[in-house]
């Protein structure tokens, strides 16, 4: 650092104020989780699993959903869906091995990702019931394109994995090492900027389905 950059950033250290002490911030902290809670609006009143459900499959997200028992039922609400949209059963599977260890027979898999891919299977890490929107973090396990190549995606989310709000999600992976990027992903992709008409696929899948898997009661 040059002898200017020095003399710059010790007049800026001069002009502001000495931290706070640690019960300082943290009263202050408590004061701002309060008037979070007190500001929500209100978008979540029930099981943050079911208003998931609800969310996503509202005109404004434009998902499709369905709920499963197991991870074992998964394969078959896949080959279900394909069937009912009249899709192959070449399948780009997610990398991941609780994926990986269900029963794909019947089906092709790979566990790459082709820019013209058509169906993509992947299992997200959770969701946000205020707003339906899907999470995945970036590794090895989950690549960031999976969610954003294929026509069609269809993505398995543990009910347990969905939090309330946005802050919930926040709060649980507070002061641990961040993934390379995260992906909020909310709905289809589509746009209506040219002449109004809708076309789907433009910066995404053009079709997402979200399959919830397990309940409270099991």
Not at 162 to 187: C, H, L, Q
Request: hydrophobic content about 45%; glycine content about 8%.
């Amino acid at each position: 650092m040059t002898d200017a950059k020095q003399a710059i950033f010790a007049a800026i250290r001069k002009t502001l104020p000495a931290p706070a002490p640690a019960p300082t911030i943290a009263a202050e902290l408590s004061q701002l989780r309060a008037r979070i809670n007190a500001t929500r609006p209100d978008r979540v009143s029930g099981p943050a699993d079911e208003v998931f459900l609800e969310r996503v499959q509202s005109p404004g997200v434009a998902a499709t959903a369905e709920r499963i028992n197991s991870f074992d039922e998964f394969p078959a609400a896949v080959m279900r869906y394909a069937v009912r949209h009249n899709l192959g059963l070449d399948i780009a599977l997610q990398p991941h091995p609780d994926l990986a260890t269900l029963n794909w027979s019947g089906c092709q898999t790979h566990d790459h990702i082709g820019t013209d891919e058509t169906l993509a299977v992947g299992l997200a890490l959770g969701g946000i019931a205020e707003t339906g929107s899907l999470i995945f973090h970036s590794s090895q396990i989950s690549p960031t394109l999976f969610a954003f190549l294929p026509l069609h995606h269809i993505v398995a989310i543990p009910y347990k994995n969905i939090w309330p709000w946005m802050e919930d999600y926040v709060a649980s992976f507070a002061g641990k090492s961040p993934p390379r990027n995260v992906n909020f992903v909310t709905g289809a992709s589509g746009t209506t900027d040219i002449e109004g008409a809708l076309v789907r696929g433009a910066h995404g899948p053009g079709w997402l389905h979200i399959v919830v898997v397990g309940s409270p009661g099991l």
